[in-house]
């Protein structure tokens, strides 16, 4: 089993869509977690990133945790199609510094 | 303010030819990473070094070798090239040993080998 899964798509949705992007987890010891966004040909860039379990909110995005079942959500409202984009979820070990990566999510919002 | 710069930012190689991957970091940060990304398998760690002077190997090094030249740069180097390591190679840095403040990316390194 893979430390981090992620459902790699594609998602295709129309503008103005509630997109909902998932990950599960198989450590029950993480305690930090991400998500990237990396627009085609580019790098990943930090999105968002939550501690523990609970929801986080900037804007129109909504990362959510939940601990209990290993499973993490970002939620986007009235999605845009510069929304565009890959989005990966991401869990840093806490050791080293390395994050492992889920497959990522490709997200394509139609106008 | 630059961030992450990688170079070359293409590049063909033909099978047994070797070449370096550079990277350079401006932001004063300790901790610096080779991931390659392929499709359907994500983001792969290759090399991580925690801190000037240290390198780690990641979840798949073979094939591969890297210098932490100074706090800046860090760079990987395919001493024999294979098919199989036809991929995009992102470089990263963050600010320490705990990944909790997320890394910066470059933009990539898309490497093809015939």
């Known amino acids: 089993q893979k430390e981090v899964e992620q459902d790699p798509g594609p998602l295709s949705v129309p503008e103005g869509a509630i997109v909902s992007l998932n990950c599960t987890y198989s450590n029950s010891a993480f305690q930090y977690f991400m998500w990237y966004r990396q627009y085609s040909r580019k790098g990943p860039e930090l999105l968002m990133y939550?501690?523990?379990?609970g929801n986080k909110e900037d804007g129109r995005f909504t990362a959510q945790v939940d601990k209990s079942s290993k499973y993490i959500s970002l939620f986007i409202r009235d999605s845009q199609p510069s929304d565009s984009a890959t989005y990966l979820c991401a869990i840093p070990y806490n050791q080293g510094g390395k994050l492992i990566f889920g497959q990522g999510t490709e997200l394509s919002v139609k106008p | 303010n630059a961030g992450v710069t990688q170079t070359p930012k293409f590049q063909v190689l033909k099978t047994g030819q070797s070449m370096t991957l550079q990277c350079a970091q401006d932001?004063?940060?300790?901790?610096m990473y080779w991931y390659r990304q392929d499709p359907g398998m994500g983001l792969r760690l290759i090399y991580y070094?925690?801190?000037?002077?240290?390198?780690d190997k990641g979840e798949v090094p073979n094939g591969y070798n890297v210098s932490r030249l100074n706090k800046r740069e860090f760079s990987l180097r395919l001493e024999s090239a294979a098919p199989s390591q036809t991929s995009v190679y992102f470089c990263a840095s963050s600010e320490g040993v705990r990944a909790s403040y997320g890394y910066t990316f470059g933009s990539g390194t898309r490497l093809t080998v015939v």
């Open positions: 070094s925690a801190s000037e002077g240290t390198t």
């Open positions: 939550t501690y523990s379990s």
């Open positions: 932001m004063n940060h300790n901790s």
